[in-house]
T-cell receptor
C-alpha cells in the first residue's frame, strides 16, 4: 500500500522567506502526486500535481514541487512567502484512483 | 469557474440518527468520491462512485454508510445510525475522467458533522 509522510505538522516562516514543505511517499509503482491547500473554512484546492514528464512542476500562487524518484520525495517550495499563503497544505498520492493523504502541514507566515 | 458544492456546511445530530450529506459535483464530471477528516487526523478515503455504482470503498465504509446519485446533479452520503466517532469533516470530490490516470479530483468545501 502506498503512504505519504509530511515532515513537520507546523511550519512558520517570515514574510518574504523561502517556503519548504516536505513530502515523502512510498509507492511500488510510478506515483501520481498532488499538493492541495486548504484555507480556513474552505475546501481542498489543487496547487499542483505530477503525473509524468518534467519532474519540476509549477503550480498556482508561485508554488512549485520537484519529483525526486531516488529520494521518494515531492517537496513543495515557494521562493518568497506572502501572508496570504498561511493555510494547511496536504500532499497526496494517487493509489488506484483514490487519494492517500499525508497528515498535513500548517503554514504560518509572520510579518 | 465550476466548483463542487456541499450542503449543509454544518450539521449537528444525535447519536443513532440518520444523516444525509449532499453534494453537487462539477456538472460534466463522471467520477465521484467521499472523504472524511476527523479532527487532528489525516483526510481519509471513504468511497468512489462511477456509472451509478460503487467503484471502491474503504474499511470505514461499512453497512451504516451508503451513497446515491438520485438525479443527474446530486451525490449523497447517508449514515443510517450515527455514532460519536462519525464526527468529522466530510468532503465530496469529483473528477472528469478516470482517476487512475492521474486525473485531478476537485473537492467541495466540506460538511462538518458533529454527533452528540
Amino acid at each position: 500500500a502506498q503512504s505519504v509522510t509530511q515532515l513537520g505538522s507546523h511550519v512558520s516562516v517570515s514574510e518574504g522567506a523561502l517556503v519548504l514543505l516536505r513530502c515523502n511517499y512510498s509507492s511500488s509503482v510510478p506515483p501520481y502526486l498532488f499538493w492541495y491547500v486548504q484555507y480556513p473554512n474552505q475546501g481542498l484546492q489543487l496547487l499542483l500535481k505530477y503525473t509524468t514528464g518534467a519532474t519540476l512542476v509549477k503550480g498556482i500562487n508561485g508554488f512549485e514541487a520537484e519529483f525526486k524518484k531516488s529520494e521518494t520525495s515531492f517537496h513543495l517550495t515557494k521562493p518568497s512567502a506572502h501572508m496570504s499563503d498561511a493555510a494547511e497544505y496536504f500532499c497526496a498520492v494517487n493509489q488506484g484512483g483514490k487519494l492517500i493523504f499525508g497528515q498535513g502541514t500548517e503554514l504560518s507566515v509572520k510579518p | 469557474e465550476p466548483e463542487v458544492t456541499q450542503t449543509p456546511s454544518h450539521q449537528v445530530t444525535q447519536m443513532g440518527q440518520e444523516v444525509i450529506l449532499r453534494c453537487v459535483p462539477i456538472s460534466n464530471h463522471l467520477y465521484f468520491y467521499w472523504y472524511r477528516q476527523i479532527l487532528g487526523q489525516k483526510v481519509e478515503f471513504l468511497v468512489s462512485f462511477y456509472n451509478n455504482e460503487i467503484s471502491e470503498k474503504s474499511e470505514i465504509f461499512d453497512d451504516q454508510f451508503s451513497v446515491e446519485r438520485p438525479d443527474g446533479s446530486n451525490f449523497t452520503l447517508k449514515i443510517r445510525s450515527t455514532k460519536l466517532e462519525d464526527s468529522a469533516m466530510y468532503f465530496c470530490a469529483s473528477s472528469a475522467t478516470d482517476p487512475r490516470e492521474g486525473e485531478t479530483q476537485y473537492f467541495g468545501p466540506g460538511t462538518r458533522l458533529l454527533v452528540l
